[in-house]
């Protein structure tokens, strides 16, 4: 079988692509296909996956229905409607790209939104969690802090994201060829979630002169998200921050 090959992290904004059917296979929604030129990013590192649809011969356009990994590829699951597929034939897919650019915006905010906090609470910060919602609409991240964030520190954290989104600082991509490598490289600027532990090369997902953190998502070109609001919400040991893409700007007033 000829090797796919992934090209939504190297080409993110490549919207269609015709390419041929690898491998299909059975699924319990319907089809697992294969595509040579796949530009279909499944589901990780609280990503949602692609939303979009295939097209083939002078069959109707069928949603995409799932992305799965397994067997050194990815996987477009089809629902049962689709028809049959076999390897070598054409197909065409199409993405959502508006799902897309907003979820590469909201994940560009987390990183944002993280990096922020730390810098207003400090190392005793540290990330639980992070998630961009299926809908690509909204994203939070949980963290551990040993008391409840005041008001006052939440307008701090949000004046200066906005300043961060108003600046427009590009983000680019680099490797490192180690963790360590990576520390040494870009010292204060270097951070990394005690959730994981990475080998061997790293990709980095680097703020200029900002924030640079170990991340294998799609991102905004610059920190220049565009309008979001802001929210608290309360956490056992320590709290959430949810983000939602606004058509206008939404000011942090306060609860206290």
Same mark, same amino acid.
């Given at each position: 079988?000829?090797? &796919?090959k992934q090209l939504f992290l190297a080409q993110p904004d490549l919207a269609e692509m015709e390419s041929t059917v690898l *491998?299909?296979? @059975?699924?319990?929604?319907?089809?697992? $296909?294969?595509?040579?030129?796949?530009?279909?990013?499944? *589901?990780?590192?609280?990503?949602p996956r692609d939303r979009g649809s295939v097209r083939y011969s002078d069959t109707p356009s069928c949603a995409i229905v799932?992305?799965?990994?397994?067997?050194?590829?990815?996987?477009?699951?089809?629902?049962?409607?689709?028809?049959?597929?076999? %390897?070598?034939?054409?197909? $065409?897919?199409?993405?959502?790209?508006?799902?897309? &650019?907003? /979820?590469?915006?909201?994940?560009?905010?987390?990183?944002?939104?993280?990096?922020?906090?730390?810098?207003?609470?400090?190392?005793?910060?540290? $990330? *639980?969690?992070? &998630?961009?919602?299926?809908?690509?609409?909204?994203?939070?991240?949980?963290?551990?802090?040993? /008391?409840?964030?005041?008001?006052?520190?939440?307008? @701090?954290?949000?004046?200066?994201? /906005?300043?961060? $989104?108003? %600046?427009?600082?590009?983000?680019?991509?680099?490797?490192?060829?180690?963790?360590?490598?990576?520390?040494?490289? =870009?010292?204060?600027?270097? /951070?990394? @979630?005690?959730?994981?532990?990475?080998?061997?090369?790293?990709?980095?997902?680097?703020?200029?002169?900002?924030?640079?953190?170990?991340? %294998?998502?799609?991102?905004?070109? %610059?920190?220049?998200?565009?309008? =979001?609001?802001?929210?608290?919400?309360?956490?056992?040991?320590?709290?959430?921050?949810?983000? &939602?893409?606004?058509?206008?700007?939404? =000011?942090?007033?306060?609860?206290?």
């Amino acid at each position: 079988m000829d090797k &796919q090959k992934q090209l939504f992290l190297a080409q993110p904004d490549l919207a269609e692509m015709e390419s041929t059917v690898l *491998a299909a296979r @059975s699924h319990s929604l319907g089809m697992a $296909v294969a595509v040579a030129d796949n530009i279909v990013r499944p *589901a990780g590192g609280g990503e949602p996956r692609d939303r979009g649809s295939v097209r083939y011969s002078d069959t109707p356009s069928c949603a995409i229905v799932g992305a799965e990994k397994g067997e050194g590829l990815t996987w477009l699951i089809l629902p049962n409607h689709a028809g049959e597929l076999c %390897s070598g034939r054409s197909i $065409v897919v199409n993405l959502d790209m508006e799902h897309r &650019q907003r /979820r590469r915006r909201l994940h560009t905010a987390i990183h944002l939104a993280i990096r922020t906090t730390i810098n207003h609470l400090g190392r005793g910060f540290q $990330v *639980a969690d992070a &998630q961009i919602e299926d809908d690509a609409l909204t994203c939070w991240f949980s963290g551990r802090f040993a /008391r409840s964030l005041t008001d006052a520190e939440i307008i @701090s954290i949000d004046r200066s994201m /906005r300043s961060l $989104v108003l %600046s427009a600082r590009p983000v680019n991509v680099a490797t490192a060829k180690s963790v360590e490598h990576a520390e040494r490289s =870009y010292g204060e600027l270097f /951070r990394m @979630s005690d959730r994981y532990a990475l080998s061997g090369r790293v990709r980095l997902v680097c703020v200029e002169d900002f924030d640079v953190n170990p991340c %294998s998502g799609l991102h905004h070109v %610059s920190s220049d998200i565009g309008p =979001y609001a802001l929210d608290r919400h309360a956490a056992p040991g320590g709290f959430t921050l949810r983000i &939602q893409l606004t058509n206008a700007w939404n =000011y942090w007033h306060g609860t206290d």
